[in-house]
């Protein structure tokens, strides 16, 4: 039976780590340290040991960490322990090195011909109605004197029945 032991804590991860500075346009490994990451660490408190050991002022850097085969892996706790023959590469860039960001935002051109275009269908709009009401008007106006006129038809034509009958009656 094997003698495994869940109730041992977590071990600290002493990793290798190399550090090149491309953010100081230095394309070789500068310094070779052995950092200890303690189990659970939050990626603050790693960023915080890494840059203690180097030296680092962080603000306005990126920390790139690269494996032995040039990926990158995520820096957390669960970093493995290597050896110092084969160290992982710690690259720290600027923000936006090597990539030139492009502007999120659309133009005031664009925005101005849209705005305008839209403004000018509203104003069509509004001409219409208002070259229209004038006709709106007199077409309401005739089909209301055509319903009192059918309305005057049908109330002669009860007067005249009413009056019929009422002689038949006498």
Known sequence: MSNVGFDKAPRESKTWIALRRLDKNDDRVVALREVTI????????????ITSTFGINSSG??????????RMI??????????????????????????????????MTVINKIMNTRLQTI?????????????????????LNQEIECLNQKLRFLQKRM????????
């Not at 709009?125 to 089909?143: A, F, G, M, T, Y």
């Open 38 to 49: 303690p189990p659970a660490a939050e990626v603050p408190v790693i960023r915080q040991i």
């Open 61 to 70: 850097v990126i920390f790139k960490m690269r494996d032995q085969r040039g």
């Open 74 to 107: 995520p820096l957390n706790s669960s970093i493995p322990a290597n050896s110092k023959h084969v160290p992982y590469v710690l690259e720290v860039v600027r923000i936006f090195q090597h990539v030139r960001p492009k502007p999120r935002t659309i133009p």
């Open 123 to 143: 104003d069509r709009q509004i001409q219409r109605l208002e070259d229209l009401l004038p006709q709106i008007k007199l077409r309401h106006n005739e089909k």
């Open 163 to 170: 009056q019929a009958s009422h002689r038949d009656q006498t």
